[in-house]
Nanobody, 120 residues
């Protein structure tokens, strides 16, 4: 079991920046994939950014060049730096962790979400 707690959401004007944090209850070395998803009203949940251990990062086309995912292993925390925010970035952002103990034993964990609102 991995517990995830998101923070850092809030209200910001278009063009501004926010940094989201996801504190995890276990060492990041035990987590195979760490990611950020978001869901806006009336839309499907979508992947924003992810890090796969030993492989690298992945970003949605809509946020490339503006968002950066990073980790602080000492703090067991994953960050999402969001720059040049746009109103269409408004959504609830969820932290996600996937652990794979074997080829057929995988577990998926989610945080409660943090609201990001970008005003025009």
């Amino acid at each position: 079991q991995v517990q995830l707690v998101e923070s850092g959401g809030g209200l910001v004007q278009a063009g501004g920046s926010l940094r989201l944090s996801c504190a995890m209850s276990k060492s990041l070395s035990s987590i195979n994939v760490m990611g950020w998803y978001r869901q806006a009203p009336g839309k499907q949940r979508e992947l924003v950014a992810s890090i796969t251990s030993g492989i690298g990062e992945n970003y949605a086309d809509s946020v490339k060049g503006r968002f950066t995912i990073s980790t602080d292993n000492a703090k067991n925390t994953v960050y999402l730096q969001m720059n040049t925010l746009k109103p269409e970035d408004t959504a609830v952002y969820y932290c996600n962790a996937v652990t794979a103990k074997s080829w057929n034993l995988k577990y998926d964990f989610w945080g409660q979400g943090t609201q990001v609102t970008v005003s025009s």
